[in-house]
Structures are given as structure tokens and as C-alpha cells.
């Protein structure tokens, strides 16, 4: 059978239009909330912003994680609250449809160019009612005007850090060169540990810290300083999202009492009463387990901008004791609990990320999302931790066809045989999930920095690839990225860009008439990328300790425990017992790879042109030198488990990694190299010009730890090995390293196909790499849906760390899944 012939079921539902028409769910009740808001253009919610606003104009000189406490009682108070048609669950904290919100604390000082800059977005865009423009435009843009975190960061930025960041002429706009991400959230990706509000309730977390309130010694200045005004907001936050409940329940109630339909009636009813117990009490079974965690993950979007990465955690083991009593009771089944867990899923898929800054869009195509769900991996005492709940999670996944929610799938050396074919299955689905993170890389390294083994083997997957330890992590701040190829041009350039003009960027390191040898050049090169990430960590240090000032999170610091210890906000530098893990990202690595590559091989070993040769072929972007293109093209490429090529891929690594153990530590957090660039690898090449490696100007560089475009031609195994080959395993200032693989769907047909990608996987895991994902599609299906995005409207790719619907990618991102080598063979 030809490998065109084969399609997976996701490009077979798309073929079947009459599936298309429901989006191929099994259940009518997710069906017909689907259609409520699937065609629905997403809407700008200022609510948020301008409740939060209206607080803070009334509470200037107070403590700010009380000023914090009072906005979100005050938003709690007085936002309109939904209850959808069809849903079981309640709590949304926009409009109905799809809708995005504004964190004015965070980026104000663009939102007067907000309407403008939405009326001209290509991808994903937003509607801004006039109405609404006008509140933002008189009431909350000019309170935040000189305020925002945004403009601090830009105006505390030493010269030499500016001009490889901002504009320093406009620093509203980013380079791409090294580029903070902290002003486009308010803190990283997060798992918030959801088992304490369904296990205590918030009303025992509020009297909690009213009785240390009360027994604070009145005369101590520290008490009244730094730990009155904290318990004073965990017990005001405590009320709000209590409050807030109780508003659904009394809406519920409403609702009910007009309704004519006896079961909807009944639904809503159930709803109220749900909705008066929970967060404020413990759950008592699954559904109020679910809506509980659903409040809280609901109100920590009013609480700050994490990015679409308010994750879920664990799923599969907070909420199992209640859904195993509920299930040996016979109150619950397999099937309802999906029923369940889909309406949190459409939930959560009406709640799109809203990035203000053009450097945020760009960063995130394709109203990018993690909130993940990790099922599998160890409990707490190393041993298997799947169980009946796990694999609910992995059918709904395969039986619901959505982009919501991300699904992470733990692996270990001793994961059960159906667990692994039970994920294979799913991945063969074809839309991207689920992602894979393996225990044994993470947990050992999370040991080396510093966890006790029980919050190392409980880590919840969070964000595109990382992890987290509830309760243990309290590093919140976004980190920054290193322009690998910039380093490149930069050291072809001595210290200047294309893009820039004759402007000197960072340091002189040498014409290239003087390297007379690769080791000269290679020093050269080096040089530069350290520079950068030099200015990497003297800008990470000024954002960690900007941030306090701007930021705090008394939900959720209610819900950690050693912010509850320590009487500390989230957001404070440093939390005594917790670990701050940190990291910097390396984007391009495999462009620059091939591209050092094919100078060494090229130039100085192969003697087949000089440096000032193809530096002017580079200018000329190729053009009249296809030939030589081609040549460079033939030097060893990262990805193929060539020795040569993975020695510079690992020397690369080893700069960043020694660089990190020097001196991350010295600034009191974990700063360790990361390869994760969400879609940051599209705007980061348009800023670069032609690479020797073939790579034409301005293209997009290569994603995380994969292979460049087409340069991966020995097959998957090839790929991990490279992967494994290039990793600095005596260092561990290592973090999670993006991969991903993509096959065409015949290669894993059948049962033989599934037991292929177990191998794999297995393989995988025995090399101890971090992180895995497969997009299983066909390329003619690709270039179809981007030929005629109305009949693709469906279709789902892994992007980085998420999936994503293909047609909502910019034409780069389309461009760059497509030119992923696409594998025949396993």
C-alpha cells in the first residue's frame, strides 16, 4: 500500500464531512456546546481589566499582595458570571464564546494600541467592541501608563543588555537577539496543587490564616510589615473565590426556576448546590472534585497571566480516591466521568491567550496552549502510578477530537505494557498527544538540584515541556532566549547583523581574513554566543528582582505550602525550602549546528571555499550559487548520529551548560539551559540572513533539540541518538530539550505499526532523554489544508510543546511543519 494511501483517523474524520459537521464527538451534550462557540470570532473580555484597575486606583500605598487581594475580591464581586447552555460545569471568567482578557498590570503601556493592532492581526485575531476601546483607551490605559512591568524592565536594562533586547531607539520592539519572555506573562507555567482546595476547602484555608493572624504579636514590626498584610490577603482571596462560587450557584438557582425542560431543570439545580459547597468545603465525589478544581483553575486567570499554562496537574491521581469510591459505590461510570472532563475541556478551549506585545503574537502562533494533564509515571515511592483513571484519560483523548486540553504522558523503564500501547494508540490518532516526558531523566536531575525524592517523583508535566513540583517549586519567573543563529552572524560579522546595519551589536571577535584555522573561527563563534548569554542572565537577574514589585498571587500562594510557611508570596525572589528552577533557551540549534558544520567541512578541512567567499555568497542569499548551496548541504548534519556533526552540536551544549554552572547559582536561582522555543524560532529567523548551512534569509530556524528542516535523513533513531549524543550528561544545569519526529501515518498502520512506536518509545526512554513528540501525517494532507484551509478546518499539528489547528498558523509556521522530514520507515 502506498504511504499516500494510508491516513491516519484524524485525516480520515476530516475526509468523512459528515463527522466534520459535529466535530466527531461521541456525545451530544459535547457536540452541542461545540457548536455554540466553534465558529464564534474570539472576543476582547476588558472586564478583568477594568475591575482590577478601578481596586487599584483605590489602593495605591498599600502592600501589594493586599492591594492584589482586594482586586480580585472586588472582580469576584462584581464580573458578570455564566452558566452556558449544556454544561455541567460552571465558571468562566470572560464572555460567552471564545474571549481573551487584558492584564493592563502587566503590558499596559500597549494597550492604546490595542484596537489598531487588532483590526490588522493575520493570525488569530481578536474583536474589540468600540465600547470597549473607549473604556480602555479613558480608563485603564492612562492609570497604567508609566506603571506596567513592561516599561520598568525596558528602562532598568543596561546599555549593552538594551541593544541586544530593545530598540534602544524604540524599545517597544524586541530584537529577537536575546529576548526576555517575562513581560508577556506574569509568571512561567504553573501547576497549582489542586488536591488542597478539594481536599480542605478554601474556608479552612481562610480560618487557617485568620488564627496566625490573630496570633501575630502586634509590636513586632516584621510581623505587622511582612506577615499581617499576606494573611490578611490569603483571608480576603479565601472570601472572594468563595463568593464567586456562590454567585453560580445563585445564577444556577435563577436559571432553573425559568427553565422548562425537567432535565435541564434537574442539571441546573445540581449545579446550585454543587456550587454552594464547592471550593469553599471539601469534595465529597468526582463531580465536585472537578468542579472544585475548576473554580480554582478558573480564578487564577483572574489572578495573573501565566500564558495559556495554568496546567492541571496530576489528574489522574488527586482526582482517583473519589472517582474509585464513586465507581466501587456505582454513582459513576467510565463514560460519565468523560462526559465530565469534556465540559472542563470546552471550557478551557473558549479561554484563548491574548498577547498584547507584537513580540508576545509572535511568539505564540496559533493561540498556542499547555494546560496539561499528566497521567502515568511513578508515585511518590518510585512505583507505577497508573491506574483505572489513567486510561479514561487516554480514551477521551482518542474519542475527542480537540486541541484542548494538552496531554502529557509520563514514561518510566517500567511502565506496564498496556499503558504503552495504550498511549502508542493515541498517538497514532494523529492530532499531537500525547506529549512524552521520561522519568528518567527528570527525576534524577530534579534530585541533582536539590528536590527530596517524593516531590521528584510526583512532578507534573507544566508548559510546553517542563515540569513542576507543587508545593516545592517557587521559581515564577519567564525566562529568556539566545538567538543561536544571530551568535552565528554575529561572529561572521565581527559583532554586527544584517538586519541592524553597521551598528556593533556586542563584541569584535576578528575579520575573517585573520581565521586561519577552525579553531579560530570556533573560538570566534564561542565568543559570541557567550556574550549572549551574558546578557541572557544580567537580563534574567533584573527581571527576578523587578518582578516582586509588580506581581503577587495570593491564590496561589494560599494553595502552596511553603508560601503559607513562610508568610512569602509567590512571586517573591526567593522562598526559604523551595527550589528555583530557572532556565535560558538556546533557539536554533540545529541551523547553527549544520551550519558550523559546513564551514569546518567545507572551509577549512574540504578547502573548497574561503570564509570571505561564503560570507558574500550568505549576502547574496544564495541567488546564482545554488551549487554551492548544495555543497554546504552535504557537510555532516546534527540528526543522523554522525560523529562530527554531533561533536559540535555537544560542544555547543557544553559552553551553555558550564556557562550556567558558573554562574546561575551565584545570583541565588537555577538558570539552566533549556532548547524550547515555542514558535519563538519563526521571528528569531527573520532577523537572520542566509546560514551555511543552506538555510535561506529569514526563514525559521530549527525548533528545540530537533534536526534543521530536511536535514534528518537516517530515520527516528538517528534523531534520538544525535539527541543523546550532543547531551553534556556530567553537568546537571540541563532542562528540557524539545524533540520533536514527525512519520507518515503508514509507517505505524496496524498492530505491527503500534508495537513500532512502543520500540521507540521504549528506545527513548532507555536513553534518557527528556522530552518526545510524533506528528502522524500525511505531507499531501498538509499542503492540501494549506491550499484550502476551508476543508482542513479540523486538522491538528504538534507545534511545539501544544498542537494546534494547522489553519490557524501563520504561513511561516504552516511552512515550517511542512518542511519537517516527514519518515517512511521506524
Known amino acids: 500500500m502506498a504511504v499516500a494511501e494510508v491516513l491516519s483517523p484524524q485525516e480520515l474524520r476530516i475526509v468523512e464531512q459528515e463527522k466534520k459537521k459535529s466535530g466527531g464527538f461521541l456525545r451530544e451534550r459535547t457536540a452541542k456546546i461545540y457548536n455554540s462557540f466553534v465558529l464564534s470570532k474570539p472576543r476582547i473580555d476588558i472586564e478583568r481589566g477594568k475591575y482590577f484597575t478601578e481596586s487599584f486606583k483605590t489602593t495605591e500605598g498599600q502592600p501589594l499582595i493586599l492591594r492584589w487581594a482586594k482586586a480580585l475580591y472586588h472582580i469576584a464581586e462584581n464580573i458578570p458570571v455564566y452558566i452556558d447552555d449544556h454544561q455541567l460545569l460552571a465558571g468562566r471568567v470572560g464572555c460567552q464564546g471564545k474571549y481573551g482578557l487584558i492584564y493592563p498590570e502587566l503590558d499596559g503601556c500597549f494597550l492604546d494600541q490595542l484596537a489598531e493592532n ?102 513586632e514590626p516584621t510581623d505587622m510589615i511582612d506577615k499581617a498584610p499576606f494573611l490578611q490577603a490569603i483571608v480576603i482571596v479565601s472570601d472572594a473565590i468563595v463568593l464567586w462560587a456562590k454567585r453560580h450557584a445563585v445564577l444556577a438557582k435563577e436559571m432553573a426556576a425559568k427553565e422548562k425542560n ?27 472534585a472537578i468542579q472544585c478544581q ?86 511518590e515511592n518510585g512505583n507505577d502510578a497508573t491506574n483505572e483513571l489513567t486510561y479514561v484519560f487516554l ?127 570556533w573560538k570566534a563563534y564561542l565568543a559570541q554566543q557567550q556574550y549572549l548569554i551574558k546578557q541572557a542572565f544580567k537580563q534574567q537577574l533584573i527581571v527576578v528582582r523587578l518582578r516582586e514589585k509588580h506581581f503577587a498571587a495570593p491564590m496561589g500562594s494560599s494553595i502552596h505550602a511553603l508560601c503559607m510557611k513562610n508568610k512569602k508570596d509567590l512571586h517573591s525572589a526567593h522562598i526559604d525550602g523551595g527550589i528555583d528552577l530557572g532556565y535560558f533557551d538556546f533557539i536554533g540549534y540545529g541551523t547553527v549546528v549544520d551550519s558550523l558544520s559546513a564551514i569546518k567541512t567545507m572551509v577549512f578541512d574540504n578547502n573548497k571555499l574561503t570564509l570571505e567567499k561564503l560570507n558574500e555568497i550568505l549576502d547574496k542569499n544564495f541567488e546564482g550559487y545554488e551549487e554551492i548551496r548544495q555543497m554546504l548541504m552535504k557537510a555532516p548534519r546534527y540528526g543522523n548520529n554522525d560523529p562530527e556533526a554531533d561533536a559540535i552540536a555537544k560542544a555547543i551544549d ?20 533549556r532548547y524550547v522555543p515555542v514558535t519563538s524560532h519563526v521571528p528569531f529567523g527573520k532577523v537572520v540572513g542566509a546560514t551555511p548551512n543552506g538555510r535561506t534569509k529569514g526563514t525559521f530556524l530549527s525548533d528545540g533539540s530537533s534536526a534543521a528542516h530536511g536535514a534528518d535523513v537516517k530515520g527516528p533513531t538517528a534523531i534520538l541518538m544525535s539527541n543523546y549524543n550532543s547531551k553534556n ?17 503508514a509507517v505505524v498502520v496496524g498492530e505491527e505499526g503500534t508495537h513500532k512506536l512502543m520500540s521507540i518509545i521504549r528506545s527513548w526512554c532507555d536513553l534518557k532523554l527528556w522530552h518526545l513528540q510524533f506528528n502522524i501525517v500525511n505531507q499531501a494532507t498538509l499542503l492540501a489544508a494549506k491550499k484550502n484551509p476551508e476543508r482542513y478546518k479540523d486538522l491538528l499539528v504538534r507545534v511545539a510543546g501544544y498542537s494546534a489547528y494547522f489553519v490557524d498558523l501563520s504561513p511561516e509556521l504552516q511552512d515550517d511543519i511542512i518542511a519537517r522530514t516527514a519518515h517512511a520507515t521506524l
Open 262 to 288: 425537567a432535565v435541564r431543570k434537574q442539571e441546573l439545580l445540581t449545579i446550585s448546590e454543587i456550587c454552594e459547597r464547592v471550593p469553599e468545603y471539601p469534595a465529597r465525589n468526582f463531580r465536585e
Open 729 to 745: 550528561r556530567g553537568f546537571f544545569e540541563r532542562a528540557a530539550r524539545l524533540l520533536n519526529i514527525k512519520l507518515s501515518p
Open 118 to 219: 487588532v483590526k490588522n492581526r493575520e493570525t488569530a485575531p481578536f474583536y474589540l467592541a468600540d465600547e470597549d476601546a473607549k473604556i480602555i483607551n479613558e480608563e485603564i490605559a492612562p492609570y497604567w501608563k508609566g506603571k506596567s512591568f513592561y516599561e520598568d524592565l525596558a528602562h532598568s536594562l543596561p546599555e549593552d543588555v538594551l541593544k541586544v533586547t530593545y530598540n534602544p531607539e524604540d524599545i517597544y520592539t524586541q530584537r529577537f537577539i536575546v529576548s526576555e519572555t517575562s513581560s508577556m506573562r506574569s509568571a512561567l507555567q504553573w501547576v497549582h496543587d489542586y488536591e488542597t482546595p478539594i481536599v480542605k476547602g478554601f474556608k479552612a484555608i481562610k480560618e487557617e490564616a485568620q488564627k496566625e493572624l490573630d496570633a501575630l504579636d502586634p509590636l
Open 294 to 379: 475548576w473554580f480554582t483553575q478558573m480564578f487564577s486567570r483572574f489572578e495573573q497571566k501565566t500564558g495559556a499554562t495554568v496546567s492541571n496537574g496530576r489528574m489522574d491521581q488527586y482526582l482517583y480516591p473519589l472517582y474509585k469510591k464513586d465507581l466501587d459505590d456505582g454513582l459513576i461510570d467510565a463514560e460519565q466521568a468523560k462526559g465530565l472532563l469534556e465540559c472542563m475541556w470546552l471550557g478551557m478551549a473558549q479561554y484563548l491567550d491574548l498577547y498584547i506585545s507584537p513580540a508576545g503574537a509572535n511568539f505564540n502562533s496559533g493561540c498556542a496552549h499547555w494546560e496539561a494533564v499528566t497521567v502515568g509515571g511513578v508515585d
Open 654 to 673: 557544553l559552553d551553555g551548560v558550564k556557562f550556567a554552572h558558573q554562574y546561575s547559582k551565584k545570583m541565588g536561582f537555577n538558570l539552566d539551559l
Open 395 to 521: 480514551q477521551s483523548k482518542r474519542e475527542f477530537p480537540f486541541n484542548y486540553p494538552d496531554l502529557a504522558a509520563r514514561i518510566h523503564e517500567r511502565s506496564p505494557e498496556r499503558y504503552l500501547y495504550e498511549v502508542a494508540e493515541t498517538i497514532k490518532d494523529g492530532s499531537g498527544f500525547p506529549k512524552l516526558i521520561n522519568d528518567e531523566e527528570v527525576i534524577p536531575l530534579l534530585i541533582a538540584k536539590g528536590a527530596d525524592i517524593a516531590s521528584a517523583n510526583t512532578y507534573a508535566v507544566s508548559g510546553c515541556t517542563e515540569v513542576r513540583m507543587p508545593n516545592l517549586d517557587t521559581f515564577t519567573s519567564a525566562c529568556p532566549y539566545v538567538n543561536l543563529g544571530a551568535a552565528l552572524e554575529l561572529a561572521l560579522n565581527n559583532g554586527r547583523m544584517k538586519m541592524y546595519g553597521d551598528e556593533l551589536l556586542t563584541i569584535e571577535t576578528g575579520e575573517l581574513k585573520d581565521f586561519r584555522t577552525w579553531e579560530d573561527f
